[in-house]
């Protein structure tokens, strides 16, 4: 509501969106428990929390001066105390290619309609492999030679149950994108993934 002035997304604890194959509605945000963060970061060997370095970009995404800050404040509520380092656009490109946003990054993704597409960006392989899960690699190459939607809807939601339980990352919210087209267009549909295709388009005379 602040940020996005009630325009963010909610992830449902998930990174496909709701129209993808494989999106699990029974899956939910992480409840907010600030008491409970503090609970578990004690048995981690954190009672006090701990500090580390938060890498944002400058002008890649929406707002993503604002956000870094946001979660820069809860998370310092309950201990961890981040050095924001807001990076030039060039720059952060290239430590995102060298995977050298670490240990926390703040990243976008422009999600493919097809979640096969999507899930790649997590597997051991993909050019920029910030998470490797052996258990993850094995579904989501299920789930990119299966041609059964059903059963390739079923093990893409496997998949989200298994990112949801380990948490590989912190899924913050999906942005609206706004666009504006002459009244003499008709059929635009803006695709999910930001992208237009103009194949029905048609323009009035």
């Known amino acids: 509501d602040t940020i996005f002035y009630g325009y963010g997304i909610p992830t449902n604890g998930q990174v496909l969106r709701s129209a993808q ?8 945000d992480y409840e907010y428990n600030p008491e409970k963060a503090r609970q578990l970061l004690a048995e981690a060997g954190y009672p006090d929390g701990f500090t580390m370095t ?4 400058s002008g890649a995404y929406a707002q993503d001066s604002d956000v870094p800050f946001a979660v820069a404040g809860m998370l310092e509520k309950v201990g961890v105390k981040t050095n924001i380092e807001v990076i030039e656009g060039g720059e952060y490109l290239r430590q995102l290619r ?8 703040f990243v976008g993704m ?3 309609n097809d979640p096969g597409i999507m899930m790649q960006l997590f597997h051991s392989t993909w050019r ?5 899960n052996p258990d993850l690699d094995k579904l989501i190459d299920a789930g990119a ?7 390739r809807g079923e093990i893409y939601r ?12 912190l899924w913050l919210y ?4 706004f666009y504006a087209s002459s009244a003499k267009i008709s059929n635009l549909k803006p695709g999910g993934d930001g992208k237009f295709w103009f194949y029905d388009v048609k323009a009035a005379e």
């Open 21 to 28: 194959v494989g999106f699990d509605p029974s899956l939910t």
């Open 110 to 112: 422009a999600p493919p």
């Open 145 to 151: 030679k299966e041609l059964n939607k059903e059963k």
């Open 158 to 169: 496997q998949a989200m149950q298994l990112m949801h339980e380990v948490s590989p990352v």
């Open 54 to 57: 938060y890498k944002a970009s």
């Open 128 to 132: 920029y492999p910030y998470y490797k």
């Open 174 to 177: 999906g942005a609206v994108d």
């Open 98 to 105: 060298a995977t050298e946003l670490v240990p926390m990054g």
